[in-house]
């Protein structure tokens, strides 16, 4: 049995952060110290020690931090999208660079897409901030509907289901057969999906949106999706400027999952 004398603390801080972070999915270090009961100060130094050892990653776009692969390869984790948010993050802060208008990368999870790399922050024309981790509906976003009509159909179906017993009154309208036929063709069509401004239950009705998923050798992984201000651009107009250009973050997302697997 071990001796309470060969116990080093820091290293057992150390593991409890990391075991903390790997469970939540992505966490901001405030939560780790009132969730283990640590002084911020502790939690600080030993995810500087972690990322520093390549075991952490910390948001380009936000306080949060998440295992990287690296501590995903000591076992199973619930953060496996790290490696997609790695590569994603410097080709979204292209697009923003390039268009100025913010992107967000969003994976399914829980009946939502879930926020996980953001350009909002460094956009001058974002009206959102600290978007990373945001919840976005399934049936009314533009992300949600992109998932949706390129996931595989036993899954789709999987999903629709629990959302129609869920009974979300907003979400009523686009569980009827029609709706979900004219959306997941729409997609599986033209690549993308939209969400305007005069959808029901919009999460921003002064905000419209464009969406396209991103594949990799797991199918669709998560989607890519930029939004702007209604008054300063036709739905039309976005697609004819958007569209193209949200496909190519697509591929070339899906290009660099390929080379970090190899």
Wanted: hydrophobic share 40%; glycine share 6%.
């Amino acid at each position: 049995m071990k001796k309470k004398s060969d116990y080093v603390r820091a290293l057992g801080r150390g593991l409890k952060v990391l075991k903390f972070i790997n469970g939540t999915g992505e966490v901001r270090a405030s939560e780790i110290a009132s969730g283990l009961n640590l002084p911020r100060p502790t939690v600080y130094r030993i995810l500087q020690t972690l990322e520093e050892d390549g075991y952490i990653l910390m948001s380009s776009s936000d306080a949060r931090v998440r295992v990287t692969a690296l501590a995903a390869s000591l076992g199973d984790n619930a953060s496996s999208h790290s490696q997609l948010c790695t590569v994603s993050a410097p080709i979204l802060f292209q697009f923003t660079t390039d268009y100025s208008w913010p992107i967000d990368l969003s994976v399914y999870h829980d009946l939502h897409m879930v926020i996980q790399e953001t350009t909002h922050a460094r956009s001058t024309l974002s009206i959102d901030r600290n978007m990373a981790g945001f919840r976005l509906p399934m049936l009314r976003s533009s992300a949600g509907r992109a998932y949706l009509g390129s996931c595989g159909e036993v899954d789709r179906n999987v999903i629709l289901k629990l959302l129609s017993i869920n009974t979300i009154t907003e979400d009523q309208h686009f569980l009827q057969q029609s709706s979900i036929e004219k959306y997941i063709l729409s997609v599986q069509e033209l690549g993308y999906a939209v969400r305007d401004s005069f959808t029901l239950g919009a999460t921003n009705s002064k905000t419209a949106t464009i969406s396209v998923p991103v594949f990799t050798g797991f199918g669709v992984s998560g989607c890519v999706s930029t939004i702007w201000l209604s008054d300063a651009m036709s739905m039309e107009h976005a697609v004819d400027h958007f569209a193209e250009k949200l496909l190519s973050v697509a591929k070339n997302i899906s290009d660099g999952m390929l080379e970090a697997k190899n």
